[in-house]
């Protein structure tokens, strides 16, 4: 019986020694870059669908949102919107990804444009923070600007051009809606030939 004993002492160690000497190899980690990408679509996904329970999945129990027009949301807020159709989009298209990791907490940005009821809104610049938490990515923080292109001549299909010169802060008109603006219109020499402003009627 102690031989025995002796016996697989001895080949407790020998394994354990041989097993100390044969090389780890590196545990292979998901690419964070892929992992976000993907992440960021399934984002945009979500908004698209109005899935609420990806997003609450997807959002941070932390979370806070900026939008455009400088208003901060938390998940509860955000999860009401979409849930309630307030926030509703025919079609979301995002270019420009770009990442930026610090260990467990990623910074993402790009431009997404935004299609509602038939009409293009402006793009809108996002920058969103995603944190890596007990080993699944969430989203903590979401902001969105407008992107504003100086120079940037629109053509309509009516031959009408116009420049946004200064991008306004409110809620973007979509297709339908009625608006009151002022106006200057010229020739492309330069020449006035009509004014709102000079009439003092919008």
Do not use: C
């Not at 051009?161 to 009625?178: A, L, M, T």
């Amino acid at each position: 019986m102690k031989s025995f004993v002796h016996l697989v002492l001895f080949l407790f160690l020998v394994s354990f020694a041989a097993g100390a000497q044969t090389p780890r190899r590196p545990v292979s980690s998901a690419n964070p870059n892929a992992e976000l990408k993907r992440l960021d679509r399934e984002w945009f996904d979500a908004l698209l669908s109005r899935d609420t329970l990806k997003l609450e999945r997807l959002l941070a129990i932390d979370f806070k949102a900026v939008d455009r027009n400088g208003s901060l949301i938390d998940k509860k807020e955000m999860l009401a919107q979409i849930g309630s159709g307030a926030l509703k989009f025919d079609s979301i298209n995002s270019r420009e990804f770009q990442l930026r990791l610090y260990g467990q907490t990623a910074v993402v940005s790009g431009v997404a444009a935004y299609v509602r009821e038939g009409g293009t809104l402006p793009d809108l610049r996002y920058t969103a923070v995603w944190v890596k938490r007990l080993g699944r990515w969430q989203a903590a923080s979401w902001q969105t600007t407008p992107v504003i292109v100086k120079g940037k001549l629109v053509t309509t299909e009516s031959g009408l051009q116009y420049e946004d010169i200064v991008v306004g802060k409110g809620v973007s008109p979509v297709s339908g809606q009625n608006v009151t603006v002022h106006y200057v219109g010229t020739l492309e020499n330069g020449t006035k030939f009509d004014s709102s402003v000079d009439r003092g009627q919008p």
